[in-house]
């Protein structure tokens, strides 16, 4: 009778439900091992659904049976907890468990426990409806007729997540009394299954209303109501403004909300890509059941927070809480994001001790529940296609939270997005060409509806390794020579010392640097940066179809040696399918002439191609750096010579392409990039010294090519040296100028790269070479450069282009500078 009634139940479950399976990526459930299933209770309904996924998945079936030394048994399941609302116990320990802990060692040892968590609906009930209590998932253990309501409502929004294995030999080996490898083993079981449901739902939030008033009676807050009170403010009327303040902040999530864009997203989704790639998912599942986790992505597009939380959403994990500026808290816009998981934040603190109060506070509060949080660490989306230098804000308020103390400590995510054709990209071209940047409007959402009927090829979501910030702390406190991080923690967050600001600011800076230094560790070579790489490198944006070809074999050769086990990814597509697929998204034209086709941009398009081209050039930053000082020579370079260059000028290319290599591993990576720019045909190798392959073979226009992709990188830097080589500049003086020479430069010499003359690269260089010690400030505010500075304007002339540099040199003079 009881196999009658599993069979009904499976085949009407089987009719009915459409399960997800997350989870399980680093483990084989397919290969016959020893893997028992452990479920949180006794369900039927679980049951038959993993019986539904293994069947569908070809993973070992619960129903096999599984060899013990004594007989075998029926089934490879088994729940921790009798009841739905039991207690562990060792009265109430499954007699299956039992006895795998008294197998022999041997047995044991080919024994793999994996927990499985079944969702019945995803996303906490909301407070005050009725019905989303009764078809949503939540820390209540879930009862039968509220799984009977899930089944008819929530039947294709159901999840089997697949835990992380536990070998039955680390927590109950031969060496272990019995009972206390029973208790061991039950006790993990419990903690894994917990994470799996603390993964996927969110930790248990108070009510919302519960949360706004902790924040607004927080300490901090209150010590600043105090001291407006003290100064002559009403109490009340601050105790009402902070909770507007608070309310105004603050997200109110709806799975209701979030499952119905979710749908309207895959719509959106399968209508304008063909595809979303996702890497590195696998990283998220061991750190979030330690950590807090933190989703730093690069900011490309507005899609970014959506593509994230929907992908995220599928996979199993919870919707993290995202930081949103209130730009986008527009009428009805701000409700939908809010719901969604967005709170908001205004661009600026400054002025408003009490916003600032308020927000800091309820960002701990957030950190504190264990909830995962997204922020982009640039702040605004790049108009340029590079990654930005990080924001200080968001960043020191988290190092902050880290040091006050949480129950768990926070991590970071970094996030790449690769964009074939972004949505944006008409208003992105009209603000490189000069027009003012538009604000954000729910009126948007109607005027691009006609996006549906575009394709805008493929997307990619790159994550990769969780950054540690309890570890990282340690790494950078060991680095530093300070006592310890707990100490340092309590000296910089008493604010009444500025070296103690001093070191809380260098931390901040080190971790930012550190953070978009991964983000572009995780970076995708798609079909439209490759062709955008070697396309805008040429002097009319235009090549032969041929030369495209073979130039583009060259750089996927080229990356692919570079970064064999790196995060760095480059598409192996032919190089016909390349061309062709970039033609499809309207990228690339094609010109038909009688010596061959000709493939290139317009004007305008090419402006926008710097976009994508900027997105990934520092993946080829070095081999390119190399290039630019071979490629030009008519005498051999010696090894070292060239090492001793490419050292003194890489890590200032490094800096603004948010890029590096670490010290200790530079030597390492440079004779890589050497041997296998050798191993192509890009350099020809004289005894010990370097030269290029000689004019008009082909390789010697691919090293050209390559040479070109930092060379107006270079040829900025060159402004800034010549200009410091002329005395009298205070620091505005010097990046107010270098910005008018590079502005003249671009506008008579054809340079079509808004970011030729951004004025942020400048100050960054500027500033760089004072940090290195390489120019000195006087007490007047002169800036006196290094005398090793004349070396590096001697090398130029191996380096920039002779037409610039006599560009550089005659506007310098006429501008009187």
Request: charged share 20%; hydrophobic share 40%; aromatic share 8%.
């Amino acid at each position: 009778m009881k196999g009658f009634i599993y069979r009904l139940n499976r085949l009407l479950l089987k009719l009915i439900v459409h399960p997800t399976v997350t989870g399980g990526d680093n483990f084989a459930l397919n290969e016959g091992k020893q893997v028992v299933y452990v479920l949180h209770h006794r369900s039927v309904t679980d049951l038959v659904m993993l019986d539904l996924v293994c069947t569908e998945h070809g993973f070992t079936s619960p129903f096999l049976p599984l060899d013990l030394a004594e007989a075998p048994e029926r089934l490879r399941v088994f729940p921790l907890l009798r009841s739905a609302g039991g207690r562990i116990t060792m009265n109430t320990h499954s007699s299956r468990l039992l006895r795998l802990i008294d197998q022999p060692a041997e047995l044991k040892h080919d024994i793999t426990l994996v927990p499985i968590t079944v969702f019945w609906g995803r996303g906490m009930s909301e407070q005050g409806s009725l019905f989303s209590t009764l078809t949503s998932e939540d820390w209540a253990v879930t009862g039968r007729f509220k799984r009977l309501i899930n089944l008819l409502i929530n039947r294709r929004n159901i999840v089997v997540h697949i835990g992380r294995p536990i070998s039955l030999t680390d927590v109950a080996g031969k060496d272990i009394e019995r009972n206390i490898a029973i208790r061991r083993t039950a006790r993990l079981l419990r903690v894994r299954l917990r994470q799996q449901k603390v993964t996927a739902l969110g930790p248990d939030f108070s009510h919302r209303r519960t949360l706004l008033n902790q924040v607004v009676q927080s300490r901090s807050v209150r010590q600043v109501i105090d001291s407006k009170v003290a100064a002559g403010g009403k109490q009340k009327k601050l105790e009402r403004q902070a909770l507007r303040h608070a309310r105004t902040i603050a997200s109110d999530m709806s799975h209701t909300t979030i499952r119905v864009l979710s749908r309207i997203l895959r719509w959106f989704w399968n209508r304008i890509y063909d595809g979303i790639e996702t890497r590195g998912i696998h990283h998220l599942e061991a750190v979030s059941a330690t950590h807090t986790l933190i989703y730093v992505p690069s900011h490309r597009s507005h899609l970014d927070y959506l593509l994230l939380s929907y992908l995220l959403y599928y996979e199993g994990f919870m919707i993290p809480h995202i930081a949103a500026g209130d730009n986008l808290n527009q009428p009805v816009l701000g409700s939908i994001l809010r719901r969604g998981g967005a709170f908001f934040m205004r661009r600026s603190f400054r002025g408003d001790p009490l916003y600032t109060a308020v927000f800091n506070e309820y960002l701990y509060q957030v950190y504190r529940r264990g909830h995962s949080v997204e922020f982009f660490p640039e702040g605004g989306r790049t108009r340029s296609g590079r990654t930005m230098p990080a924001k200080f804000g968001l960043l020191k308020m988290t190092l902050e939270h880290q040091l006050r103390g949480l129950p768990k400590p926070l991590a970071f995510v970094p996030v790449y997005f690769s964009y074939e054709k972004v949505v944006e990209g008409s208003s992105y071209l009209s603000e490189l060409r000069g027009a003012t940047k538009k604000g954000e409007s729910f009126g948007d959402v109607f005027r691009n509806i006609k996006l549906i009927r575009q394709n805008f090829g493929r997307v990619g979501v790159n994550l990769g390794p969780p950054i540690k910030l309890d570890q990282w702390l340690q790494e950078v406190s060991s680095t530093t020579g300070s006592s310890g991080v707990a100490h340092e923690a309590s000296s910089v967050l008493t604010p009444t010392s500025t070296d103690q600001d001093d070191v809380l600011d260098n931390w901040v800076s080190r971790l930012g640097t550190t953070i978009m230094q991964q983000i572009n560790n995780q970076a995708t070579v798609n079909p439209v940066n490759l062709v955008a790489l070697i396309t805008l490198a040429t002097s009319n944006s235009a090549i032969e179809e041929v030369r495209l070809r073979d130039q583009i074999v060259c750089y996927q050769t080229l990356l692919q040696k570079l970064y064999p086990d790196s995060g760095i990814r480059v598409c192996d597509d032919p190089p016909h399918q390349v061309i062709s697929h970039v033609e499809n998204l309207g990228l690339l034209n094609r010109y038909q002439e009688k010596f061959g086709d000709v493939l290139g941009h317009e004007p305008f398009a090419a402006v926008l191609m710097t976009w994508y081209r900027n997105n990934v050039v520092h993946t080829l930053a070095l081999p390119s750096l190399i290039a630019c000082l071979t490629v030009k020579r008519r005498r051999p370079i010696s090894y070292d010579n060239l090492q001793r260059i490419v050292g003194m000028i890489y890590p200032y290319l490094a800096e603004e392409l948010s890029w590096e290599i670490p010290n200790d591993k530079f030597n390492q990576k440079f004779d890589d990039c050497i041997a296998t720019m050798h191993s192509l045909g890009l350099l020809n190798r004289k005894d010990n010294s370097f030269v290029p392959p000689p004019p008009g073979e082909g390789r010697h226009m691919e090293l050209s090519l390559l040479a070109n992709l930092v060379s107006q990188t270079l040829e900025r830097m060159f402004i800034v040296i010549h200009l410091l080589g002329r005395s009298g500049f205070t620091l505005q003086g010097l990046q107010t100028s270098s910005q008018i020479v590079a502005q003249k430069i671009s506008r008579l010499y054809g340079i079509n790269a808004p970011e030729f003359f951004d004025r942020r690269l400048f100050d960054q260089f500027i500033h760089k070479l004072i940090t290195n010690g390489v120019v000195n400030t006087l007490a007047d505010g002169i800036l006196v450069p290094d005398p090793g500075l004349d070396q590096v304007l001697r090398a130029a002339e191996f380096v920039i282009d002779p037409q610039v540099r006599y560009g550089v040199l005659s506007v310098s003079s006429e501008s009187g500078h």
